[in-house]
């Protein structure tokens, strides 16, 4: 979603992982690496038993109560991430987190 900061993470052909941030500015994007408006260490992708995991330490400024957050999947396209499709359950896969209640919605 145009807007997002995604983490983002992927089998590359040979099986090795590749994990980067990207910010998302359009709905056309082929998600380069770039920052995000937030510090984000340790991140790491992995694939093992049909399971897809991402994982990254970010520093959000101290008065933060909620993220939203959008995940998606989809194809590869020459060994890069290609665009997902737009089909509504794509379209639905967000929620906000309340970091201080732990809900998520």
Do not use: C
Request: no cysteine; net charge neutral; aromatic share 6%.
């Amino acid at each position: 979603m145009v807007g997002s900061q995604a983490l983002v993470a992927y089998q590359r052909p040979g099986g090795s992982s590749s994990a980067y941030t990207s910010p998302v500015d359009s709905y056309k994007t082929v998600l380069l690496e770039g920052k995000l408006s937030f510090s984000v260490s340790a991140l790491w992708g992995t694939y093992q038993n049909s399971e897809k995991t991402i994982s990254a330490s970010v520093q959000l400024p101290s008065n933060t109560v909620t993220i939203n957050q959008v995940w998606q999947n989809g194809p590869l396209n020459g060994g890069a991430p290609a665009i997902h499709a737009t089909s509504s359950d794509h379209l639905e896969s967000l929620g906000i987190l309340n970091l201080v209640t732990g809900a998520a919605s």
